[in-house]
């Protein structure tokens, strides 16, 4: 049974490029969320998609953007890219309606130069 | 908004002793969930116990417990019999219930270093 599977696992990008980050939830799930790491912090939310659609989406500005695919797998997508976007990217998988085992991902760590 | 508060960046055990990571939050919920996740130098967040706030029992997972405390926003985890494996960032986590609200509210985390 896979796991969430996150891609890349390590890339680097220069300050106003834009980044896409890739997500496959863990089998029979069908909801994706997507939280930012910062170092020696905990993870914050960005946003959570379900079928297909934006559902909630925590603090963060609109160059964060993303999309869920009808097979569920999930992008991040950030443009404009600024040095205190460097961070771990996680993207997490639960179930609906309950949703109350969330599974994660490795993470994919995006340093921006 | 809720808010998780993990007060003890860091601790250390010895091996095969019991180890207690504190955890208290703050929501005018009633129904949610509460989460320890494990996050060791691989990165990935795994799930080391979770407890549901309407069942008054403490959760449970082998070496792992919780004392879990409504009145006082209180959820701490018990690490019995320490293993090396052990050693790893710890994360405290809140998620509110009902609907499809599954977004998770993490503390800062406590870095626990298990000792041979």
């Known amino acids: 049974d896979a796991g969430v599977t996150q891609s890349p696992t390590h890339l680097i990008k220069t300050r106003g490029q834009q980044v896409t980050l890739r997500c496959s939830p863990k089998?029979?799930?069908?909801?994706v969320s997507w939280y930012q790491q910062a170092l020696g912090q905990g993870p914050q939310f960005i946003f959570q998609?379900?079928?297909?659609?934006?559902?909630q989406r925590g603090n963060f500005p609109d160059r964060f953007s993303g999309h869920q695919f009808p097979n569920y797998s999930s992008e991040l997508n950030v443009n404009a890219l600024l040095l205190g976007d460097s961070a771990l990217y996680l993207c997490?998988?639960?179930?609906?309606?309950?949703?109350?085992?969330?599974?994660f991902g490795e993470g994919s760590w995006l340093t921006v130069v | 908004a809720q808010t998780v508060t993990q007060s003890q960046p860091e601790m250390s055990v010895q091996e095969a002793e019991t180890v207690t990571l504190s955890c208290t939050y703050d929501?005018?919920?009633?129904?949610?969930?509460l989460f320890w996740y494990k996050q060791p130098p691989s990165r990935q967040m795994i799930l080391v116990i979770r407890q549901e706030a309407y069942k008054q029992q403490n959760a449970t997972e082998n070496r792992f417990s919780v004392n879990f405390q409504k009145a006082a926003k209180s959820f701490s985890l018990k690490i019995s019999d320490s293993q090396l494996g052990d050693t790893a960032m710890y994360f405290c986590a809140f998620m509110r219930g009902g609907g499809s609200n599954y977004k998770l509210t993490f503390g800062k985390g406590t870095l626990l270093t298990v000792n041979p």
């Open positions: 929501t005018s919920e009633n129904n949610y969930y």
């Open positions: 997490a998988s639960s179930l609906a309606p309950t949703g109350n085992t969330i599974y």
């Open positions: 089998s029979g799930h069908d909801t």
């Open positions: 998609y379900y079928e297909e659609e934006e559902r």
